[in-house]
């Protein structure tokens, strides 16, 4: 079993940014595929970004793209995400996601681990 506990959610300015930090237990983190997601109120869950095993390669969705940027650290079983240029339409639960396959992929159903959510608001 893996638990996934999020961190760095708030309040924050349009313009301004924020990092998510999402740790993880076990000792398999490495062989997992990370993912971030979302989901605003009435809306449903969409991918924000992945990450390959390695950390080499990174995929981003076109509405986040040149703003957010994932990244893990695999000796400290965490992933990150960093947001800058938040916007009001980026207001959300964040969720960390973990896959237990080698290969990426953007729907949230291909993945098998989830952590709590952290809320991110941006006021405009």
């Known amino acids: 079993q893996v638990h996934l506990v999020e961190s760095g959610g708030g309040l924050v300015q349009a313009g301004g940014s924020l990092r998510l930090s999402c740790a993880t237990s076990g000792r398999t983190f490495s062989s997992y595929i990370m993912g971030w997601f979302r989901q605003a109120p009435g809306k449903e869950r969409e991918f924000v970004a992945a990450i390959n095993l390695s950390g080499g390669s990174t995929y981003y969705p076109d509405s986040v793209k040149g703003r957010f940027t994932i990244s893990r650290d695999n000796a400290k079983n965490t992933v990150y995400l960093q947001m800058s240029s938040l916007k009001p339409e980026d207001t959300a639960v964040y969720y960390c996601?973990?896959?237990?396959?080698?290969?990426?992929?953007?729907?949230?159903?291909?993945?098998?681990?989830w952590g709590q959510g952290t809320q991110v608001t941006v006021s405009s």
């Open positions: 996601a973990g896959r237990n396959r080698p290969n990426v992929r953007y729907d949230w159903q291909e993945y098998n681990y």
